[in-house]
């Protein structure tokens, strides 16, 4: 077992397909995959603990079987996910070898933690290996995964593993070095914007999507550092081709982190924005600072554990619609009781998750024959101790009358406090809308980023 330094620091670097194969010839990118072995080994030597977040498997398997194109059939994309994974690892194994280095492969479905067990045994496998000095390298099962059960892309696996893990930094490696202020390609005085301190002050000109051979983009790259930083994880974002970069601001928020000086004294040229909550930083080689790259600070109230698991590794299989006074009761700790429930959407069972969404009590039923208003913000997720028929059944009524209704009764609450958990301002990812480039959307107060990619 590897004995952990005091200052010691779990990172988590997340490389893309365009990162590891390229995107015409899906021949994999040796000097920078080098260049990413010897930063890992170097991290560990250091005493930090590091894990890999792996795409590349159906890239690879395009090389492999001489194919030009991605197809767009599940099947052959599965099939060839199941070629080019073993090599990806061999790859892998081979570069990590001649530096004596040892890992290990971790395949991941969204179903693989759905189940509360099964998630606790991941983590607990990751520490093992993180004990042993191994670098586990993630990849999300693309051979069994469906579109029910799949992550989305490897930037939120990314987040998900960083949370489960409780790692301190999350590197997200794409082929900019940061986020600008405006689009550096088309106006020459654009700024990088080094720290983001809250996500809401950002809107980001998202309508550059990932490369031919991957799935990601910079969207996916900002709702992989929601999720992040909700959970206690500082994200950066840094160019993929300078993997050097990552132990430069490693050992560089290290010192800071020592030294306890915030970013404006150590940097002397950042710029505080008047307006938001960005720190724009001074074009590179102006200081001697850490590289280029955005850093998104993690929340100061963080979502961990339990309650991360609840909110972002399961998928809802239906809403459960509740009205102002219980979700104040819920605000207050109390359970969710069949009086406060207004509606019941979908087909789900006892013990599944649900949306929890407030609406406002109609007092009599509406056109639809509904007793909710229109105007309804969803807050959270539960586990429900009824199926949605029986709550069906008895919203709206008080605890004493489900025994009535339903000939039975085996709990007062429609969910138990404990298993309700509701999002926190920074802490839920939202679907990003996409906007043309040259004129993102901005609302008062907001300042736009634009990158030139992702």
């Not at 006892?350 to 109609?362: A, D, Q, T």
């Amino acid at each position: 077992m590897t004995k952990r330094s005091p200052h010691a620091m779990t990172v988590v670097i997340k490389l893309g397909t365009s990162s590891i194969v390229d995107e015409k010839t899906h021949e994999p990118l040796l000097p920078i995959l080098t260049l990413i072995v010897d930063t890992a080994v170097k991290l560990r030597k250091s005493g930090h603990r590091v894990v890999l977040v792996s795409s590349g498997a159906i890239g690879v398997g395009l090389r492999r079987m001489d194919v030009d194109h991605r197809p767009k059939h599940l099947s052959q994309l599965q099939a060839l996910a199941a070629i080019g994974q073993c090599r990806l690892m061999s790859l892998w194994d081979g570069l990590f070898q001649h530096l004596e280095q040892p890992i290990a492969q971790i395949l991941l479905t969204k179903n693989d933690i759905a189940d509360r067990t099964r998630y606790l045994n991941a983590q607990n496998t990751f520490n093992s290996l993180l004990d042993m000095g191994v670098i586990p390298i993630v990849n999300e099962n693309d051979t069994l995964a469906v579109s029910e059960i799949k992550f989305g892309d490897n930037d939120t696996l990314s987040a998900i593993t960083a949370a489960m893990i409780h790692a301190d930094h999350l590197f997200l490696m794409t082929d900019v070095d940061c986020l600008y202020d405006k689009n550096p390609r088309s106006n020459p005085d654009a700024k990088p914007i080094e720290v983001v301190e809250d996500i809401a002050d950002v809107v980001a000109d998202v309508s550059s999507a990932g490369s031919s051979v991957g799935t990601g983009g910079m969207g996916t790259k900002l709702i992989a550092a929601r999720l992040g930083t909700s959970a206690g994880v500082t994200v950066i974002i840094t160019r993929s081709s300078n993997p050097g970069n990552i132990l430069n601001i490693v050992n560089y928020l290290t010192i800071q982190s020592r030294a306890g000086t915030p970013d404006d004294e150590v940097d002397e040229l950042s710029l505080i924005a008047s307006s938001t909550s960005l720190n724009l930083m001074a074009p590179s080689g102006a200081s001697d600072g850490p590289p280029l790259h955005t850093r998104f600070l993690p929340s100061s109230e963080p979502i961990r554990d339990r309650h991360f698991w609840l909110l972002h590794t399961l998928n809802p299989h239906g809403t459960i619609y509740i009205d102002q006074g219980a979700y104040r009761a819920l605000v207050n700790k109390a359970g969710l009781l069949p009086v406060g429930v207004v509606d019941v959407e979908g087909n789900f069972a006892s013990h599944e998750p649900v949306r929890i969404v407030v609406v406002n009590r109609l007092p009599t039923p509406g056109p639809d024959g509904k007793m909710r208003g229109e105007l309804e913000e969803e807050v959270g997720r539960a586990i429900v101790n009824y199926a949605s028929a029986e709550i069906t059944r008895i919203m709206g009524h008080q605890s004493h009358d489900i025994e009535e209704c339903l000939g039975y009764a085996d709990s007062e609450y429609v969910a138990n406090r404990q298993h309700v958990v509701f999002f926190r301002k920074d802490s839920r990812p939202p679907t990003p809308v996409q906007t043309p480039a040259q004129t993102p959307a901005i609302t008062p107060g907001q300042t736009p980023l634009q990158t030139p990619g992702a």
